[in-house]
């Protein structure tokens, strides 16, 4: 196996997947995101890619598989429904369980690399 095996993950020479709307329980108005996978497998219980989003806020209700987040620019946070909140920046990562219900808020134009495991 040589160099080119070596897969980069980010955007460049990928076409943008935007989720509809219809996966979230709700969504702010101003909400935007756009997923650029990264990496094909075999199964759709793992996905794994760089995602780019606009400050607003969706529920997911419940989340439908384990993400593990890497947050690379801007400012995010994740809300539960008993008014808990942690807040992340550069250099932040975190896991969100299969099953979380909650809110994802996206508080300034921000990017994040992921893995979602189903």
């Given at each position: 196996m040589d160099i080119s095996a070596i897969t980069v993950l980010g955007a460049t020479?990928?076409?943008?997947?935007v989720p509809p709307l219809s996966d979230y329980a709700s969504a702010s108005p101003s909400w935007?995101?756009?997923e650029f996978g990264c990496f094909d497998t075999a199964t759709d219980s793992v996905r794994v890619g760089y995602w780019t989003g606009e400050?607003?806020?969706?529920?997911?209700?419940?989340?439908?598989?384990?993400e593990i987040c890497s947050i690379l620019t801007g400012r995010v946070a994740v809300a539960d429904t008993a008014g808990g909140r942690i807040d992340f920046g550069p250099g932040d990562g975190f896991?969100?369980?299969?099953g979380f219900v909650g809110d994802w808020l996206t508080l300034e134009p921000a990017t994040?690399?992921?893995?979602?495991?189903g």
């Amino acid at each position: 196996m040589d160099i080119s095996a070596i897969t980069v993950l980010g955007a460049t020479g990928r076409a943008p997947y935007v989720p509809p709307l219809s996966d979230y329980a709700s969504a702010s108005p101003s909400w935007a995101e756009a997923e650029f996978g990264c990496f094909d497998t075999a199964t759709d219980s793992v996905r794994v890619g760089y995602w780019t989003g606009e400050p607003g806020t969706v529920r997911l209700d419940p989340w439908p598989y384990t993400e593990i987040c890497s947050i690379l620019t801007g400012r995010v946070a994740v809300a539960d429904t008993a008014g808990g909140r942690i807040d992340f920046g550069p250099g932040d990562g975190f896991v969100v369980p299969k099953g979380f219900v909650g809110d994802w808020l996206t508080l300034e134009p921000a990017t994040k690399y992921f893995i979602a495991v189903g």
